[in-house]
């Protein structure tokens, strides 16, 4: 099984500014297989990125995606008060097949 | 678009078996793709429990295998999750979700199902 790790845990930055978030792989992982997904509180994940960098349907151009390999980095160009929330990274394996990192909570500083 | 509404009971005793229906609307059951269930226990991450095609194959999760069965209706256009033997640590909010490209693209409200005598 493939494990993923989101760093950092949490993420404090103000409106405006870029954040950065991580996630990395215990294994290499098809850059056709790493997802990520926005979920705020008492609502279901949203699907952000998918294909390590092909934004979903309605996502605003502000968040970007990249990586390969083991590494994987999503980014939010200029934060806005709707991005802060929790985020997840997931990959797409053989059993199980879907696997998701712990998280990164992004909150205002 | 899909739509997708999770239901079924909000409480379980333990030992006992939780039943959750998926119901889809937007578009057919029977589009080809696969359809996945996801929990998050409370304050925790997220975890796929498995998925079922319209033909009726099925993956689970290894670590729920023993105790998961995911059905289709075809008829009624929704999908259907079973876990039986559950304690507290099943308890969670549960998910259905439509599966995309690798991905999990639409995701249902979601529902809180406990675990408790």
């Known amino acids: 099984e493939i494990v993923l790790t989101q760093s950092p845990g949490t993420l404090s930055l103000s409106p405006g500014e870029r954040a950065t978030l991580s996630c990395r792989a215990s294994?290499?992982?098809?850059?056709?297989?790493l997802a990520w997904y926005q979920q705020k509180p008492g609502q279901a994940p949203r699907l952000l990125i998918f294909?390590?960098?092909s934004r979903a349907t309605g996502i605003p151009d502000r968040f970007s995606a990249s990586g390969s390999g083991t590494d994987f980095t999503l980014t939010i160009s200029r934060l806005e008060p709707e991005d802060f929330a929790l985020y997840y990274c997931q990959q797409y394996g053989n059993s199980p097949m879907y696997t998701f990192g712990q998280g990164t909570r992004l909150e205002i500083k | 678009q899909f739509q997708l509404k999770e239901s079924g009971p909000g409480l379980v005793k333990p030992s006992g078996t939780l039943s959750l229906t998926c119901a889809v609307s937007g578009g057919s059951i029977s589009s080809g793709n696969w359809w996945s269930w996801v929990r998050q226990p409370p304050g925790k991450g997220l975890e796929w429990i498995g998925e079922?095609?319209?033909?009726?194959?099925?993956n689970y999760n290894p670590s729920l295998k023993s105790r998961v069965t995911i059905s289709v209706d075809k008829s009624k256009n929704q999908f259907s999750l079973t876990l039986t033997s559950v304690t507290a640590a099943d308890t969670a909010v549960y998910y259905c979700a439509h599966n995309g490209r690798w991905c999990l693209e639409y995701w249902g409200q979601g529902s809180l199902v406990a675990v408790s005598s």
């Open positions: 294994q290499s992982v098809s850059s056709n297989y």
């Open positions: 079922i095609q319209h033909s009726g194959s099925t």
């Open positions: 294909g390590t960098s």
